[in-house]
């Protein structure tokens, strides 16, 4: 398993990183002078944040596992993304399975 993560110091820590290696998780920081990722990471970490860890109380990991496949079924599918003209995935894979254009009406 790998996670990608920004070069703050909370995922500098050696804490951080002892137990990633413990759980064998590949940490893969962002590139060096790529702000186009940081501000992706940066902005995943904090909807994350705000929609699941700051939205909920968890007994154990198991609840934070259940929390987490669900908001990553609901951001993946049904959440609207700028990107895709406020539609979301599910929504703009039923348009193009039909044969429209679901961004024609972006740059007309």
Do not use: W
């Not at 987490?68 to 993946?76: I, S």
């Not at 599910?90 to 348009?95: A, M, P, S, T």
Request: glycine fraction near 4%; charge should be negative.
């Amino acid at each position: 398993m790998a996670i990608r993560v920004d070069n703050g110091p909370e995922f500098l820590s050696r804490v951080f990183v002892n137990y990633c290696e413990v759980e064998d998780i590949e940490i893969k920081y962002i590139q060096p002078s790529k702000p186009s990722q940081n501000g992706y990471i940066e902005r995943f970490n904090r909807t994350y944040r705000e929609d699941v860890l700051d939205a909920h109380l968890f007994r154990d990991i198991e609840e934070v596992n259940l929390e987490t496949d669900r908001f990553k079924e609901e951001y993946n599918r049904l959440h609207p993304h700028k990107s895709l003209g406020k539609s979301s995935p599910k929504e703009y894979l039923e348009e193009f399975s039909k044969g429209h254009s679901p961004l024609k009406k972006q740059f007309v």
